[in-house]
């Protein structure tokens, strides 16, 4: 039978462990993402890397993990991804193809609004897809399409990058360039700037698709990295903080 100092001793210690807070079973110290230039939501140029990635840090900073960033071209940082060389990706849209090899947390805040840029003066109707069969689209490569985008089978030309697709679109050689408007407008008030009259946006927009950091399903610590980045997450949304960081980029739509 125990002595009554080592009853309250028990009792003092469970008082303890109830008042400690639970540690989580896993643990994440740092997450190593690749990015590509997306401005002005990711970006090397941009002094923060853009508000995709400021939204990211300051989520996993809210947690106390690290973020180990990287830039590559867009092809590339979705082939490292799948290889293993990277944590996640921070700038992806979902897609049921990029569901084999990427989990998706909850998305950044982030809406990018997918429509076309045009030449000015131009008079394509694209509310109706069907009817842009004769023209040449230029779009990214690996990039994923709103769904109206791929059902319609339009012809494409690919670029590298927004920037390369806008000056084929600027030089003639496609007749629309499908485009984040964010980024469009981004581009022509910053590396376009002279050429931004002979530029136009066509309404409607295509769709209106959520941004999000995703995380390869290769990483050993997927699990608890997943948990961080949606805590963090979670907490820039209630603490307002993420509508603060959201309106940086609110000026380009």
Known sequence: MPSRRQTLLTLASTALALDAPAKAPDTVKRIRLVATEFPPYTSEAIVDGGTAVAITRAALERVGVGLELGYRPWARALNEVQGGLWDGVIGAWHSRERESFLSFPQALGITNRIGFMARAGSSHAVGDLSKLGHLKIGTVRDYASPPAFEQAKLRRDEALDDISNMRKLLAGRIDLALIDKGVAFHLLQTQMRDAAPSFTWLEPALADV????????RSTGLQAQMAALNKGL??????????????RSARWL
Request: cysteine-free.
């Open 210 to 217: 959520p941004l999000y950091t995703a995380l390869s399903k």
């Open 234 to 247: 979670a907490e820039l949304q209630s603490s307002g903080e993420l509508a603060r960081l959201l309106q």
